[in-house]
């Protein structure tokens, strides 16, 4: 049956798309790394973003067809600027940092990631959201001071296994991708706090 399937697949011409999509993905990939790092996790950040607007919505039951057009574009605007260039760049680091034949390498990157570099990029999250909402220095302050902690709890429970997976089974060119994947779901609850 599988050989039927592909056949057909094959012939309507489905499957072909994704597959030229996966490929221009790579040749971008290869090229331009950053680039290409920085646009997805835009995307990505964004989608996350409107997506947390969409279940804020359903979970108020309210029926307007209103979203904040803002919150997409700060969103796009912080994955394309630190999220995906950040991100890549520490992901090299960690490699030429804590090479994989180091002893417990795996363990020594995943304590990296969740005690310097994850309450560091949270820290900068809440400050270029602060920035891109036009609010002013006491906000930050008071954003820091109810909301940092417990974000940073959640994202130690959340990413934890996640960077878990990313660093030690996702090969160095997609760990990026692999996060901003997760990241959908974790934009979603950041999302949430600033309500």
Same mark, same amino acid.
């Given at each position: 049956? +599988?050989?039927?399937?592909?056949? /057909?697949?094959?012939?309507?011409g489905?499957?072909a /798309?994704?597959?030229?999509?996966?490929?221009q =993905?790579?040749?971008?990939?290869?090229? =331009?790394?950053?680039?290409?790092? !920085?646009? @997805?996790s835009?995307? /990505?950040?964004?989608?996350?973003?409107?997506?947390?607007?969409?279940?804020?919505?359903?979970?108020?039951?309210?029926?307007?067809?209103?979203? #904040?057009?803002?919150g997409?574009?700060? =969103?796009?605007?912080?994955? %394309?600027?630190? @999220?995906?260039?950040?991100?890549?760049f520490?992901?090299? %680091?960690?490699?030429?940092?804590?090479?994989?034949?180091?002893?417990? +390498?795996?363990?020594?990157?995943?304590?990296? #990631?969740?005690?310097? %570099?994850?309450? !560091?990029?949270?820290?900068?999250?809440f400050?270029?959201?602060?920035?891109?909402?036009g609010? #002013? !220095?006491?906000? %930050?302050? @008071?954003?820091?001071?109810?909301?940092?902690?417990?974000?940073?709890?959640?994202?130690?429970?959340?990413? @934890?296994?996640v960077?878990?997976?990313n660093?030690?089974?996702?090969?160095?060119?997609?760990?990026?991708?692999?996060?901003?994947? +997760?990241?959908?779901?974790?934009? !979603?609850?950041?999302?949430?706090?600033?309500?």
């Open positions: 049956m +599988a050989p039927a399937v592909s056949r /057909l697949r094959a012939e309507a489905l499957g /798309l994704p597959q030229r999509a996966l490929a =993905y790579l040749l971008l990939l290869r090229l =331009y790394p950053v680039l290409t790092k !920085a646009a @997805t835009g995307i /990505l950040s964004a989608l996350g973003n409107f997506l947390a607007q969409m279940i804020e919505k359903k979970r108020k039951k309210e029926n307007s067809g209103s979203l #904040d057009v803002g997409p574009l700060r =969103y796009a605007v912080y994955g %394309f600027f630190f @999220t995906g260039p950040l991100s890549h520490f992901y090299l %680091f960690m490699e030429q940092w804590i090479p994989p034949e180091v002893p417990l +390498a795996g363990l020594r990157r995943l304590l990296l #990631d969740r005690l310097v %570099f994850a309450p !560091a990029f949270l820290m900068l999250f400050l270029i959201m602060n920035f891109l909402e609010k #002013d !220095a006491s906000a %930050f302050a @008071t954003k820091m001071r109810g909301g940092f902690w417990p974000a940073l709890r959640m994202n130690w429970r959340v990413w @934890t296994p960077q878990f997976i660093i030690n089974y996702i090969p160095l060119k997609f760990r990026v991708l692999f996060a901003n994947l +997760a990241a959908l779901f974790w934009y !979603a609850y950041l999302a949430s706090l600033g309500k």
